[in-house]
Structures are given as C-alpha cells and as structure tokens.
C-alpha cells in the first residue's frame, strides 16, 4: 500500500512554468514506477509522464514532449514534474500514480496503476 499526495497546482499564464511534486509513504517508494496523467472537464484521463522505478527512463505524450519533464528522488520519496511553456489546453486536474511494476519501460496506461492520488489543480490562462 502507499499513499501518494500532490502539491504545487495553481493559477499560470500562458508561456509560464510550474512543478507539481508527489510525495509517497507507505511501502519502498523505489520500488514503484510513477506516472503523471491529467483530467479536463468533460475529458477521460490522459496520460502526461512516466518515470520507470530506477528513474532511469521516462516517456511523454507527445503534447508535452520537450515541455513538461518528470523525475524522482528515492531518497525524498517524491515524483516531480516540471512544466514549462505552458498552454491553455494543459488547463486539468493533474494525479500522480503509483505501479507496482518492474518493468524497465515506463508505464504509460493508466490501467496499470493502482495507487492514485487525490489531484491537483492546474489552470492556465490565455
């Protein structure tokens, strides 16, 4: 089991940059690959970022190829993701997910994630 809270959303204007951090506790967080996927309104959740559990590899949608980019820190227990030149359709709830997996690729289905958190708010205005 592991418990994985959001931080960091917010009003930006267009062009501007955030960083939503994902703290974790419970079970060994190196041991779990993480995951960014984001809702809008009206919209099925979409997957952003992954990061494998080594943090050794990541993949992107390709709307936030080059923008936004994800890491950990094992030692802090704690997934970020940076997000720069943001645009108003990155406007969505943001979660963090938590996989048991330890498969070297990133996990980028978010039917392979068991552990979610509670989202966080990311609006952008034009």
């Known amino acids: 089991q592991v418990q994985l809270v959001e931080t960091g959303g917010g009003l930006v204007q267009a062009g501007g940059s955030l960083r939503l951090s994902c ?3 419970g079970r060994t967080f190196s ?3 993480m ?3 984001r809702q809008a309104p ?5 997957f952003v970022a992954a990061i494998n559990w080594s943090g050794g590899r990541t993949d992107y949608s390709d709307s936030v190829q080059g923008r936004f980019t994800i890491s950990r820190d094992n030692a802090k227990s704690t997934v970020y993701l940076q997000m720069n030149s943001l ?16 498969s070297i690729a990133p996990i980028t289905s978010k039917y392979d994630y068991a552990y979610w958190g509670q989202g966080t708010q990311v609006t952008v205005s034009s």
Not at 42 to 46: F, I
Not at 87 to 100: M, Q
Request: glycine letters at 6%; one cysteine or more.
């Open 42 to 46: 009206g919209k099925e959740r979409e």
């Open 31 to 33: 041991s779990y690959a």
């Open 23 to 25: 703290a974790a506790s």
């Open 35 to 37: 995951g960014w996927f």
């Open 87 to 102: 645009r108003p359709e990155d406007t969505a709830v943001y979660y963090c997910a938590a996989s048991v997996s330890i």
